[in-house]
DNA sequence: CTTGGCACTCGCAGACCGAGAGTGCTACCG
DNA sequence: CGGTAGCACTCTCGGTCTGCGAGTGCCAAG
């Protein structure tokens, strides 16, 4: 028995059942490949390939339809990403390029993903634990509030509103922007917490109180990973060319997308793989919700190393080359982007 | 005949309609309403009803079914909007004052709207049109890039960056930092471009070409009403209850819902209504995709008028008198909470 | 190991049919 | 003239049945 040829059968199997959408038998798929062999001998094949947990039917007498496990070989073994045309790699560049800031930068992004990939897309903001601080602003609106503006060097800004005890001392304020400012540029979270507690200490007694409720905004807000924001587009790919794609209603999925947890969860152990873009497939999601659906996704960021992913997410019967590529090539483009602005 | 009686016929139709989701019989009519008369009388009604186009039936021998004709007919004279329950409007209350920031206050009103109706919530972000300038805030960034960051009364930020022609010195910054928020502080943009003018001529001819360029970057931004974001939440409700509320596939509402445009439009439409809460249904919206919603909304602000729109979007067959409730609620609340901040 | 043949299984689509709901019409009543 | 009762009619819905076709698994032969 050729193991060889039964790859074959499975990487046909894959291809056939992700074009047409149906269960592949072995009669159509000797005529669409051209594998030298009669429908047969495909069978006894597909038997032990289902044997192995790779294919399964759906009915005692319908096609054959890979499995989470065969879509898994499929990726790792059997699949060459196919680059992205020259053409479409300059569409994509222009388009980013266009961007006025980061939010829109992210917006087009997640817009571009989605129409490539005729799919969801979903872009992560760039971590702030991840960022460096470029500058911190403060601002007193009225006497006893204090707008803290901070501003990475990935272009973020995050904002929060501080009430104080005292009334505001203009003179103190500025003098605590210079200091803070001083302190923090170009500085990484893991390099900050400590710098800013020294910081506070150089202030009168008097002041300490606000000083102190400043470094702790300012580190809250570093601190809080569950901000971290992901941003969708391309739902309504899934109702139209999807819509046949899942079994039951694609409201579960709709919910689990839906629930920032989940999709942060996911992205977040997806960081961890080695490959540069990882895939989830069907219940390796771990999420009753998605078990029809797969994520690609991918890293990008500036020049030290990945801040936060990119990625599409379609039904488990996806063109995995193809996403793959997309999903690349923009992560690509968004890290040279973001390097530099 | 009855004018009166007709009319509690077609709200006694909408009402079973929209609990049951089916068409409704004379029969089942008398049964569930003390109409206090018979079957057969109201069989004479719904013909006149269907007549004039407010009602109509599915199929030969199905019951009747409101038209969006008769929705507005409802929403116009016959239903009175409930209020909500008092720990409803606390729960309301507390929620949202524990928001954070602006992109958290949007973030939770969305989310509630879409909890409080079970449909599809939108929030449109406070105009920059209609908000007046609190801060601006000059950043340089590497040699010759300028940072330019907006900061509302509403508390929203708006950033654009700037490469300039010559490198940027930092006095010259200061300064125009200094002179901006003198120029601009607390003014709407309608009596802003004008003293942004004058202001440019304030400096040394060497300097009026960077000056310029920042007062054009802070005009383009304002003016972008194109920019103005709405932000979705809910879309897994519309699969969940009003999965089988849709004749067609919910695809095409999605894909209008999507479209920025779409939303846009209809929400300054709406605007322009005199009613506080403004209510679009089926054909109405103007969009073949929507021909089977219906949206609700409202406007909120601070306390100088409306800035912008909240509401909720679900099947024409929709709870309208609990779904205005709720809108308007979130709004009077949303309101209150910008005028605090 | 491959192949051709063959019997078997099973889902699917169409036809058919009875039940039930609801209507419109007509004749009658106060 | 508005309201009522009865009745015949229409139409959808759900269930059952059946033939077709696709596809398989197995076996015996090359």
Same sequence: chains 1, 2.
Avoid: W
Avoid at 255 to 273: F, G, I, K, N, Y
Wanted: hydrophobic share 45%; net charge negative; charged share 25%.
């Amino acid at each position: 028995m050729s193991d060889d040829r039964r790859l074959d059968v499975l990487r046909a199997i894959v291809e056939d059942y992700v074009a047409t959408r149906e269960p592949v038998g072995s009669r159509a798929l000797v005529e669409r490949h051209m594998l030298g062999v009669s429908p047969a001998t495909i069978r006894n094949d597909m038997a032990a390939l289902e044997e192995a947990g790779y294919i399964a039917q759906p009915h005692t007498s319908a096609g054959r339809v890979p499995t989470d496990k065969g879509y898994r070989v499929f990726v790792d073994r059997l699949s060459t990403v196919k680059p992205l045309s020259a053409p479409e790699r300059r569409a994509i560049g222009s388009f980013l390029e266009d961007a006025v800031d980061l939010d829109d930068v992210v917006d087009r992004s997640v817009r571009l993903i989605a129409q490539l990939t005729q799919q969801v897309a979903v872009v992560q903001y760039p971590s702030l634990r991840r960022s460096a601080l470029r500058h911190i602003e403060l601002v007193p609106v009225g006497p006893r509030h204090l707008l803290v503006v901070l501003i990475t060097d990935t272009g973020r800004v995050e904002q929060r509103t501080l009430e104080t005890d005292a009334e505001l001392d203009e003179l103190l304020v500025a003098r605590l922007r210079v200091q803070l400012n001083v302190c923090v540029a170009g500085r990484r979270l893991s390099e900050l917490t400590g710098a800013l507690d020294t910081l506070t200490a150089a202030f009168e007694p008097v002041h300490v109180s606000l000083v102190a409720s400043v470094v702790t905004i300012i580190e809250e807000t570093l601190a809080q990973e569950s901000e971290e924001r992901v941003v969708l587009a391309g739902t309504a790919n899934l109702a139209r060319v999807g819509g046949a794609d899942f079994v039951g209603t694609l409201g579960p999925v709709l919910e689990a997308l839906e629930e920032q947890v989940v999709l942060m969860r996911l992205l977040s152990e997806m960081a961890e793989d080695e490959a540069t873009v990882s895939v989830r497939i069907g219940r390796e999601t771990q999420h009753a919700g998605l078990l029809e659906t797969s994520f690609v996704t991918t890293g990008y960021g500036d020049e030290h190393g990945a801040i936060a992913r990119v990625g599409s997410i379609g039904p488990t019967r996806m063109d995995y080359p193809g996403t793959m590529a997309a999903v690349r090539a923009v992560a690509r483009y968004l890290t040279r982007i973001l390097a530099g602005s």
